[in-house]
C-alpha cells in the first residue's frame, strides 16, 4: 500500500507545473493505494461479513468482524469507521439537496430522508485469543456525526493488530438512494461501517456528503454472506461462490474474498441477469453480469458490450483488471451511474431511455467503469480531492470515445432521413458548464474540499471539466507514449 502511495506522489511532484498552472494542490494528497490481484494481504482491513436483508421490515443487519493491524508510527488507542447511515439532513440544508435532486430529474421527496439515522450500532465487542469478548464502548463525533469512534482498552502499538465484532441495524427507508428500497429493489451501498483511514497523524473519517462521494478508504479484504429472500437476485462487488436455501423462503449467498474500496449489495425478484465476458490484453477472461430489468433487456445488452471494450481498452492503458468479475446493477438512485467497487449502478431511468440515445448511455457506463481503476485501484481522497478520480476518469472516458467514434461525436442517432433533427455533439455536452462558469466568472478551482464547490454545478465543472484537462495537459507535455507509461507507473 505505501510503495503505491510514494509512487503516486512522485507522479504528482513530476506535474506540479502542470496542476499548478489549474491552482491545484499536489502536496495535498494523503494517499493512494492499489489492490492487487491476491486478496491475503496481511497488512489490508480485513472484513468478515453477515448480512440480513428483512424485505418485510426493511432492515439489514449485519455482523461485522473487523481486524486491522497498525502499519503506522503511531499507537492508538481508538479504532474509527466511517457509518454514513447516521447521516442525518442538517437544518437548513434541506433546499440545496432538494435542488440538487431536481437537477438530476428526481423529485425531493422521493430521495430525501429527513428523518435521517437509520444506521444503529446494537453491540460491539473486542475479540482476543484465550479470553471472553469484552465490551467496547463508543460515540459519534459532534461535527462529524457519521465518524463513529471505538474506545480499546489497550493502545494498539506500531505493527500489532486488533479485532473487534459490531453488529449493527440499517433501517432501509423507502427512498431513492444508497442505501434504501424502491419498486422492488433493496439497495445496501456505502452504507456498511469501514474504518476510516489512519496514517501517523492519526484517524481520518471524512464526513457525509449527500450530493457526491466523500469516500476515503483504505483497500480491505471482505469475506461476506448475504441473507435474502430465495426469489431475489443479488448484485454484488464480489463472486458468488455458493447459495444455501433457508426455512422461511430464505436463502444465504457466500461469495469469494474480494479486495476493493467498498462492499455494495443490491437484491431484487424483479432482477434479470444478462451475462457476456471479455479477454484482457493479458489473456485473461472477465465475466460480465448485468441486473436489469426485464423490460429494459436492449441497454442490458448494450451495457455488456460497452463495458467489455472499456474493460479491455482500460487494461492497455493503465494495467489489467484486478478481479474475474464485473457486474453492472440497475437501481433508484437519482444520479445516472455511480461505482462501487468492482460493480457499478446505473439508474432506472438510463435503462429507459429511448434506443437511439445509446452514444450517451456508452459515456455514462465508459465513465463509471473507468473508475475502478481510478477510485477503486487508485485510491483518492474524495472529501479533500475529488478531481483526482473524477477527472481522471472524464478525460480517460473521452479519449476513449474519441479513438471509437471521433473527437465530437453525437449523442442521438436518429433514424435515416431525421438526421436533420437537433442532437447533442459530445464536446458541447462537456464543455457547456465549465464555459457557462467562465463567462459569468463563477469557475471554481479542480482542487478543493468537495463542500467548497458549493453545489454539483460547481463540482462538475471544476472537479470533472476543469479538472480532466490537468490530464490532457500531461499528456500533451509528454506525448502518447511517454504518457501512458507516466500512467501505468502508478498501477505498478
Same mark, same amino acid.
Given at each position: 500500500m505505501r510503495t503505491t502511495y510514494l509512487t503516486f506522489l512522485s507522479w504528482t511532484a513530476r506535474a506540479a507545473l502542470l496542476f499548478a498552472a489549474l491552482v491545484l494542490s499536489p502536496s495535498s494528497i494523503e494517499a493512494a493505494d492499489a489492490p492487487a490481484l491476491a486478496a491475503e494481504s496481511p497488512v489490508r482491513p480485513q472484513y468478515d461479513l453477515d448480512i440480513s436483508i428483512d424485505d418485510t421490515t426493511h432492515r439489514a443487519t449485519i455482523r461485522e468482524r473487523v481486524t486491522w493491524i497498525n502499519t503506522t508510527k503511531t499507537a492508538t488507542d481508538q479504532l474509527v469507521f466511517n457509518f454514513y447511515p447516521h447521516f442525518q439532513v442538517p437544518a437548513g440544508e434541506s433546499l440545496l439537496f432538494a435542488k440538487t435532486l431536481e437537477l438530476l430529474r428526481l423529485q425531493p421527496s422521493l430521495g430525501i430522508d429527513r428523518h435521517g439515522k437509520a444506521g444503529n450500532v446494537s453491540s460491539a465487542h473486542l475479540l482476543a485469543a484465550n479470553s471472553a469478548p469484552t465490551s467496547l464502548s463508543y460515540s459519534y463525533d459532534e461535527k462529524n456525526t457519521t465518524a463513529l469512534r471505538f474506545s480499546l482498552p489497550n493502545a494498539v502499538q506500531p505493527g500489532q493488530s486488533v479485532t473487534i465484532e459490531l453488529v449493527c441495524d440499517i433501517l432501509l427507508p423507502n427512498k431513492q438512494g444508497r442505501w434504501g428500497y424502491y419498486e422492488g429493489v433493496t439497495f445496501l451501498t456505502n452504507a456498511l461501517p469501514l474504518l476510516a483511514v489512519c496514517d501517523d497523524g492519526g484517524w481520518k473519517p471524512m464526513p457525509f456528503v449527500p450530493w457526491h462521494q466523500p469516500?476515503?478508504?483504505e483497500a480491505g479484504v471482505f469475506r461476506a454472506t448475504v441473507t435474502v429472500p430465495e426469489n431475489e437476485k443479488v448484485a454484488c462487488s464480489a463472486v458468488i461462490k455458493s447459495e444455501q436455501k433457508l426455512p422461511g423462503n430464505k436463502k444465504k449467498v457466500l461469495f469469494e474474498p474480494f479486495l476493493g474500496r467498498d462492499f455494495a449489495v443490491l437484491s431484487s425478484a424483479r432482477y434479470q441477469e444478462f451475462t457476456s465476458s471479455t479477454k484482457l490484453p493479458d489473456g485473461r477472461e472477465v465475466k460480465l453480469r448485468c441486473l436489469a430489468f426485464a423490460q429494459h433487456e436492449f441497454y442490458a445488452t448494450e451495457i455488456l458490450k460497452i463495458v467489455g471494450e472499456a474493460i479491455s481498452t482500460f487494461s492497455q492503458w493503465f494495467g489489467p483488471y484486478p478481479y474475474s468479475q464485473f457486474t453492472v446493477a440497475e437501481s433508484y438512485f437519482g444520479w445516472n451511474g455511480n461505482e462501487c467497487g468492482g460493480l457499478i449502478m446505473v439508474d432506472d @431511468?438510463?435503462?429507459?431511455?429511448p434506443h437511439l440515445a445509446r452514444g450517451y448511455v456508452e459515456?455514462?457506463?465508459?465513465?463509471?467503469t473507468c473508475h475502478q481503476w481510478w477510485y477503486n485501484m487508485i485510491g483518492t481522497n474524495g472529501f479533500t480531492e475529488p478531481y483526482l478520480d473524477e477527472?481522471?476518469?472524464?478525460?480517460?472516458?473521452? @479519449?476513449l470515445i474519441d479513438t471509437k467514434h471521433g473527437k465530437n461525436n453525437t449523442f442521438l442517432a436518429w433514424p435515416k432521413g431525421l438526421e436533420w433533427l437537433p442532437n447533442i455533439y459530445r464536446e458541447n455536452y462537456r464543455n457547456g458548464s465549465m464555459y457557462h462558469a467562465i463567462r459569468n466568472n463563477e469557475m471554481p478551482p479542480a482542487a478543493q474540499e468537495l463542500p467548497q464547490y458549493k453545489h454539483l454545478f460547481g463540482l462538475f465543472t471544476g472537479a470533472y471539466d476543469r479538472g480532466s484537462r490537468v490530464f490532457g495537459m500531461i499528456e500533451d507535455r509528454l506525448g502518447e507514449a511517454a504518457f501512458f507509461d507516466f500512467i501505468r507507473g502508478n498501477f505498478v
Open positions: 469516500w476515503y478508504n @431511468r438510463v435503462f429507459g431511455m459515456y455514462l457506463v465508459s465513465h463509471e477527472g481522471a476518469a472524464a478525460y480517460f472516458t473521452h @479519449r
